[in-house]
């Protein structure tokens, strides 16, 4: 994954400071914008390895999904760089077939659903009419909503391994939403169509370990008891939009 972000928003950075050297006579003037996007948001690493038991340090098994996102910069008078600062959504499905090959029985999920705020700096390069904005969120927050499973395990002579051989109805009710630490990495191309609106395409990525706290009932409520395993989220997103500057 350290290569993946390397090429992804290393070597751009490198790419960038060329075109600068470049295109020093077609700088624009920076101004502050807000945009509003809408992609893929796309699991990375352990987060996208399916989810194979219940408990311990999992993988997360999640799929392909939806991002929203709604982004802020503000730039520093005379300068490159500026604030930045980004509210996004992700909703992505729980793959459950890892789930049903390892248990063999059919599996009901829900989806995850989170949302971040974080803030950072960016670092501008125009290019012509095309404004290149590297991001970096060193700080912000992760709120997750951790998907709801239930299975049913029914008796079976041939069942492997033996403790399969019982009627038994799971529930995992998601206990609550976690809170995390979390920083990411973006970069923004971004188009002005008239003197106040623009065009954007993103590219994002979100990095958070967050801990996944449960109840597990079995076949009863009375039967029940709480289990938590850790999750890291890497979430890469990309994304087109509109904004407005001023």
């Known amino acids: 994954m350290k290569v993946n972000l390397l090429y992804f928003f290393i070597l751009p950075h490198f790419f960038l400071l060329h075109l600068k050297a470049q295109n020093d006579s077609s700088e624009l003037k920076r101004q502050s914008f807000i945009t509003f996007s809408v992609g893929k948001s796309l699991p990375v ?4 390895k399916p ?6 340090i999992e ?3 999640a799929l392909p999904g939806l991002n929203l996102e709604l982004g ?12 930045t600062s980004t509210m996004q959504y992700y909703s992505n499905g729980l793959d459950s077939s890892a789930l049903v090959n390892n248990l063999g029985h059919n599996i009901s999920v829900t989806s995850y659903k989170q949302f971040n705020i974080l803030l950072g700096t960016s670092l501008a390069f125009p290019v012509k009419k095309i404004f290149f904005d590297l991001k970096l969120f060193p700080t912000g927050v992760l709120i997750s909503n951790f998907p709801s ?8 002579p041939y069942a492997i391994p033996p403790y399969l051989n019982t009627d038994n109805t799971y529930n995992i009710h998601s206990k609550h939403s976690s809170m995390s630490y979390a920083w990411g990495l973006g970069l923004d191309m971004k188009y002005n169509i008239t003197k106040y609106f623009l065009i954007v395409l993103n590219a994002d990525f979100l990095h958070a ?12 409520p009375s039967d029940s008891y709480d289990i ?16 407005y500057q001023f």
């Open 45 to 48: 690493g352990s987060f996208k």
């Open 51 to 56: 989810f194979r038991d219940i408990g311990g």
């Open 59 to 61: 993988n997360g098994g």
């Open 72 to 83: 802020l910069n503000y730039p520093f008078n005379n300068s490159r760089w500026g604030i």
């Open 149 to 156: 499973i239930s299975y049913a395990i029914t008796y079976s």
């Open 209 to 220: 370990r967050t801990v996944f706290r449960a109840i597990k009932q079995e076949n009863n």
């Open 228 to 243: 938590s395993y850790k999750i890291d989220v890497n979430i890469a997103s990309f994304k087109a939009g509109i904004g």
